[in-house]
């Protein structure tokens, strides 16, 4: 079989490169041109083969999801029979039933159109509630989640063998458990309630931190509230130190800052969205993706 082409827009070239080199696909870059009004110009390679990976990231995710509305039927138009979309940070998972009368359910309505403009879909951690599959939310021939809680939890080990794995809430066990087991990592999951989108009350996990080097561990840091509030709990309950590792560094407008002013000593991050606390990358992750789903 002919090996696809990875399609990539210049902000994500550094992971792009890095997916290529370790799955062997030829890269070539979509052009892409903002007009003074807002609306965007996409220029394809005209030269494509049957089977193309799209990659995008879908933080800053109106501007992105444009851009996939754009590039897959086009890609199409130039010859593509097969389109796989990697997105490494998945938007608009989250709301997956309408909690007030009239609300959209976004993660349905971007989910159905993913699946009509690709036929796989593979993305890293996304942030799913009370829908379990990937495919439940994206009805693609092929969805497929993969987790980086592996890859940081080597990323943990290497910097702090007998830290403490802290989940900020109880959406973060699953990633917490998967981390522990990794390396045996003693681990506790706080208790959050959620009052708005930056006000939020956490109680820490009946486990020990005194004198303990503890590691927050999450899926996403996005307005960074919970990362503080838990920071702040552990420090004054007496660990000796706390860092945070997350899969997505969004770190909303200064989520960064205040995390960092809450007594964080390092953040470390995977390069699903570009960010200074890029440690870990994905990339042989996606590729391992992309192999599972040619072999299905």
Known sequence: MQQPTLLYFEDEEALAQQLALVSGMPLQCIERHTFPDGETRLRLPTDLPERVVVLRSLHSPNTRIMDLLLAAPTARELGARHLTLVSPYLAYMRQDMAFRPGEAVSQRLVGRWLAELFEAVITIDPHLHRVHRLQDAVPAD??????????????????????????????????????ARAHGFDHGVCHKTRHGDK???????????????????????????????????????????????????LFAGDAEQVIRSAGVRHIWSTDSVAHSSNVVSVAPLIAQGLQELARC
Do not use: K
């Open 199 to 249: 006000d939020v009350a956490i109680q820490l996990p009946d486990v020990p931190v005194r004198g303990r080097c503890v590691v927050l561990l999450d899926d996403i840091a996005s307005s960074g509230r919970t990362l503080v509030q838990a920071s702040r709990l552990l420090l004054e309950a007496g660990a000796r130190s706390v860092y945070v590792a997350v899969t997505h560094a």
């Open 142 to 179: 092929q969805a497929l989640a993969l987790s980086a809680a592996p890859l940081l939890a080597e990323r943990v080990f290497r910097e702090q063998a007998d830290a403490l794995l802290i989940g900020p809430d109880g959406e973060s066990a699953q990633w917490i458990e998967q981390a």
